[in-house]
C-alpha cells in the first residue's frame, strides 16, 4: 500500500516546497502592501482622521473589485499581465502573481476592521497630548492592534495555503497540482490520504504558531 | 489662565443637529479647581473638550495663557496641547504598554531625551504612587490604579493645566477619594490649573472652588465655593446642592 506514497514521496516533496515558495512570497508583500492600504482605508472612512470622502469612495471600489473576482478567475483573466511582469504564465512565481493580488485588499480589509475596533479613547489620549496623525498610527494604532494582526496574518497563511492549490489547476505546480496528478487522475487514495494528513499538520502548526503569538502580543486581558 | 468665550458647537447627529453647547462663557483663573456639573448630555464633556480643542467649537473663542487656540496652526496647536494634560473616565491607557512605557508615551511625542524620560517617569510615577507597578501592564491593575497612572502620563510633560473628563465616574466611592486626592495635591503642590467635569455633586465639594451648572449646553449658573452663603437660583442647581442635603440627612435619621 505505501508502494505509491514512496513513488510520489519525491514529488510531494517538491509540491510542498513550491507551495511554501508561494506563500513566502505571498504573505509578506501582502501585508507589507496591505497594511498601509488598510491603514489608509481606515483614516479616510466616512467620520475618520483624513475628509478624503472621494479618495475613500474610489480606494473601497478598487478594493471591493478585487475582491469580487473569484480567485481561479482573477487567475486566469490576469494572465498577460503575470506574463508581462515574470515572462511566463506557468510555474510557482508566476501563481504568485495573482495570489499576491488577491491577499492585498483580502488582508487591507482585514487591517481596516482591526484598526476600528481599537478604541477610540486612546486615541483621543494620544491627540490631547499632542501626537500627530503619524504618530497616532504608528505609537497607538498599530501598538494596540498588534495582537490582531498577528491573528490576521495567521488567518490569511492558512487561506492562502488554500489558495494556492488553485494555481495547480493552471500550472503553478504545488501541493494542488500534485494533488490532481495523483488524486485526481490517477486515483491514488493512499497517497492522496497522506497529502491531506500532511496538510492538516502544517494547518494545525501554523494555526498554533499564530495563536502562541497573538498571546504573547496582546496584554489588554 | 482660560478663557471661553461664546463657545457653542452643534454635532451632526442620525436624529438631527444637537446643540451640545451653546454661547457658553467661562473664566478659570490660575490655580482654580473648577467643576463642571451637569447631567447626562447636558454638554459639560463637550465644553471641556474644547478647551484643548478635542473639539473645535464652532462659534466662539477658547483662550488659554493669552493665546485663542481656534486660531493656531495644526502645528503650533498640538505644541500647544503638551501643556495641557487630560485625563479621562475610561482612563484611556495604551492596553499594550506597561505603566512605565504609558507615562513615557506624551514625552516621546514632545521628543524628551531617553534619559530625561526615565527621570521624568519615576518623578510622575513616585507622585501618583505606582512606581513599584512600572513594569505591570493595564490590565493588571485596579480602576483606581489606571486612573493614577493616566494622572502621571498627564503630568509627565510638566503641564498649566490638566483636564479631567468625569474622572471618577468609573470607580467605586473609595477609590474616588484616593484620585481626588491626588489630584488636589497636584494642584497644592504643582500649582496646575485643574478644570473637572462630572455629575457627582461629592466631588465638586470634596477639590473644586468654583462650580459651574451646565444644563442643555447651557451654563446656567456659577458660583464660588469659598463663599459662606450660596443660593442657588436655577432649578438644577438647586435640586444638586439640595440632593446632597438630603442624603445627609437621611443619613443622620437612620443612624439616630
Known amino acids: ?221 | 489662565m482660560i478663557t471661553l468665550q461664546n463657545i457653542s458647537k452643534t454635532f451632526d447627529t442620525a436624529g438631527g443637529p444637537l446643540h451640545a453647547v451653546s454661547y457658553a462663557s467661562l473664566h478659570i483663573q490660575q490655580g482654580d479647581i473648577y467643576g463642571l456639573i451637569g447631567f447626562s448630555g447636558a454638554g459639560k464633556s463637550t465644553l471641556l473638550r474644547t478647551i484643548n480643542l478635542l473639539e473645535r467649537p464652532d462659534e466662539g473663542s477658547v483662550i488659554v495663557e493669552g493665546q485663542d487656540l481656534t486660531k493656531l496652526s495644526v502645528r503650533e496647536l498640538r505644541k500647544k496641547r503638551l501643556s495641557i494634560g487630560m485625563i479621562f473616565q475610561h482612563f484611556n491607557l495604551l492596553n499594550n504598554l506597561n505603566v512605565y512605557d504609558n507615562v513615557s508615551f506624551p514625552l516621546e511625542i514632545a521628543k524628551v531625551s531617553k534619559a530625561e524620560r526615565k527621570q521624568r517617569i519615576e518623578n510622575c510615577l513616585e507622585m501618583v504612587g505606582l512606581l513599584d507597578k512600572a513594569k505591570a501592564f493595564p490590565a493588571k491593575l485596579s480602576g483606581g490604579q489606571k486612573q493614577r497612572v493616566a494622572i502621571a502620563r498627564a503630568l509627565a510633560n510638566n503641564p498649566k493645566i490638566l483636564l479631567c473628563d468625569e474622572p471618577t465616574s468609573s470607580v467605586d466611592p473609595q477609590t474616588t477619594g484616593s484620585i481626588l486626592a491626588a489630584l488636589q495635591e497636584i494642584n497644592r503642590k504643582l500649582g496646575i490649573t485643574i478644570v473637572i467635569v462630572t455629575h457627582e455633586m461629592n466631588v465638586i465639594n470634596a477639590i473644586c472652588n468654583k462650580v459651574a451648572v451646565m444644563e442643555q449646553g447651557q451654563i446656567v449658573e456659577k458660583f464660588d465655593l469659598r463663599e459662606k452663603n450660596i443660593v442657588p437660583q436655577s432649578n438644577i442647581a438647586q435640586f444638586l446642592f439640595k440632593n446632597e442635603i438630603v442624603l445627609a440627612g437621611e443619613r443622620e435619621v437612620q443612624y439616630a
Open chain 1, 1 to 221: 500500500m505505501l508502494d505509491n506514497v514512496i513513488y510520489a514521496w519525491p514529488e510531494l516533496v517538491q509540491a510542498l516546497i513550491e507551495t511554501f515558495y508561494m506563500l513566502i512570497l505571498t504573505i509578506p508583500i501582502a501585508v507589507a502592501i496591505g497594511t498601509p492600504l488598510g491603514t489608509i482605508l481606515f483614516l479616510t472612512r466616512p467620520d475618520s482622521f483624513l475628509k478624503w470622502p472621494k479618495f475613500y469612495l474610489i480606494l473601497n471600489g478598487v478594493v471591493n473589485l478585487v475582491r469580487s473576482f473569484p480567485f481561479l478567475i482573477l487567475m486566469i483573466a490576469i494572465i498577460p499581465f503575470t506574463r508581462l511582469l515574470v515572462g511566463t504564465a506557468l510555474g510557482s512565481t508566476a501563481a504568485t502573481i495573482p495570489m499576491i493580488i488577491n491577499a492585498i485588499p483580502y488582508f487591507a480589509r482585514f487591517i481596516e476592521q482591526i484598526l476600528l475596533d481599537v478604541n477610540r479613547g486612546v486615541v483621543d489620549a494620544a491627540e490631547s497630548m499632542g501626537a500627530n496623525k503619524l504618530q497616532i498610527v504608528w505609537k497607538v494604532l498599530y501598538t494596540e492592534a498588534r495582537s490582531g494582526i498577528a491573528n490576521a496574518i495567521t488567518i490569511v497563511t492558512v487561506s492562502f495555503l488554500s489558495y494556492s492549490t488553485v494555481a495547480g489547476l493552471v500550472g503553478g505546480g504545488g501541493i494542488g497540482d500534485f494533488a490532481i496528478r495523483y488524486g485526481y487522475y490517477r486515483y491514488q487514495t493512499d497517497v492522496m490520504f497522506v497529502t491531506i494528513i500532511i496538510m492538516v499538520l502544517f494547518v494545525q502548526a501554523f494555526q498554533f504558531t499564530g495563536n502562541f503569538i497573538v498571546r504573547k502580543l496582546d496584554k489588554r486581558l
